[in-house]
């Protein structure tokens, strides 16, 4: 059964035959013409990761199919031994959403070693260079049961960040009975308010942000990575500055369709999975969290999710759970009933960090005050999600006195503050109180 993937606070479906039929054929290339219809394709050529693309890609069949082939060269004869030279067409026409918009295609990634990164995906810009754009990933340094499904929208606004689930989100999906080295049909359905990924007519993921909301060309493309890039980047990939030694991979497309979908009612997503996580456990450098999973719709499905953590896996239980990238982990397991729930949980290594003035809460608070003399209280919080050694300067009327519950100087008129043994370390959302009396 496929694994529907998402990351806390994403809606999700999964595993649902669809019945909806696109009404309306907008583009369709089967490739069968031995050359590029360059009244519906272009190629690009420029330069991404550390793949020059503009390799020109070629025909072939095997015997009931004929396909398109992107390829990938480690010889580069523009840039020999400095870039891998990779393939992208896309399309002339771009597509807006309208009612809803489905993309499919019949792709094949056979034989290929690990670094390599085969698309199909649709993308464009605004005049501010805001990008919008959905994809599906195939990553060979990851399992051949697996791609990658993303979204994105105004991506290079400053406030965009990998993972917000406003202008970014994605998972990579593992799925079962499936293996991206053979023919196997892709399909993106994306709607105004929610994008869908289909594997061979099987819905495998939802999502409701981020939707893009440009016009987007169809594309597809092979390139490989760079090392910034760790889930799809493999340094025995390399560029080869001779001829002789060169190696090429290919990436098959049998046919590339897009239709306009007149009616979104018929698919029936799956209602989105409830995840309630809780701290069972906490310590000076990590913690242990359980993670309690409800499946409220009456089918059955696998389940994946992707949850943001402050630190490292130590160890887990009752769930396959791995970290992703710094900060990210996959969780799944098996098949979970309608109306059923399940728990599981992990423990993170997660490593104290110093904190200052504008890392804390600072209340102060005059307690008793005689004239010639006074006594402030200053309650220091942790607003932050990591565990934290404090510190801080602040002004000080008159000369300090005496304090407590802190270590605490004076140089001018400013007193520098920090914890004692039982209170320099502060939990998330914990507080501590401090004082001092001074002479005016």
Known sequence: MPTNTLRLGLSGSLLLISSMSPAEVLLFDDFDNNSLNTQVWNQGSWHLGRTQLGNQPSFDNDGETSYLSLKLDS????????????????????????????????????????????????????????????????????????????????????DSNYGDGIHHAGSLLSLADYDYQNWQTYSI????????????????????????????????????????????YSADLAATPDFANNQQFHYDIDYIKVSRISDNSTSNPLAPLEISRDIISRWNTGYCENVRIHNPDSRTRDWSIELIVNGTLSHAWNAQVSMLEEGLLNAQNSTLAG??????????????????????????????????????????????????????????????????????????????????????????????????????
């Open 75 to 158: 010889y580069n004869p523009n840039e020999p031994g400095q870039t891998l030279y990779g393939s992208e067409i896309y399309s002339l026409d771009k597509f807006d959403v309208g009612t809803g918009l489905e993309i499919e295609a019949r792709l094949r990634a056979s034989a290929m070693p690990a670094g390599l990164i085969a698309s199909l995906f649709a993308y464009a810009q605004d005049q501010q260079g805001f990008a919008d754009e959905i994809d599906i990933e195939i990553l060979t340094a990851q399992p051949n049961n697996t791609f990658l499904a993303t979204s994105w929208n105004d991506w290079g606004h400053p």
């Open 339 to 440: 109306n059923a729930t399940t728990s599981f949980g992990y423990c993170i290594n997660s490593p104290k960090r110093a904190m200052s003035n504008g890392d804390l809460i600072i209340t102060r608070k005059v307690t008793t005050d005689w004239g010639t003399g006074y006594c402030e209280d200053i309650q220091i919080t942790n607003p932050n999600d990591a565990i934290g050694i404090w510190q801080i300067s602040l002004p000080i009327t008159g000369s300090l006195k005496n304090h407590w519950s802190s270590n605490m100087s004076q140089t001018d008129n400013q007193i520098q503050v920090s914890g004692v043994n039982w209170n320099e370390k502060l939990n998330p959302l914990a507080s501590t109180t401090v004082g001092y009396c001074a002479n005016k």
């Open 189 to 232: 359905r994306w709607y105004p308010e929610r994008i869908e990924w289909y594997l061979n007519g099987k819905l495998v993921k939802q999502q409701n942000n981020p939707v893009p909301n440009l016009a987007l060309s169809i594309r597809s493309n092979f390139w490989a990575a760079n090392n910034d890039w760790q889930n799809a």
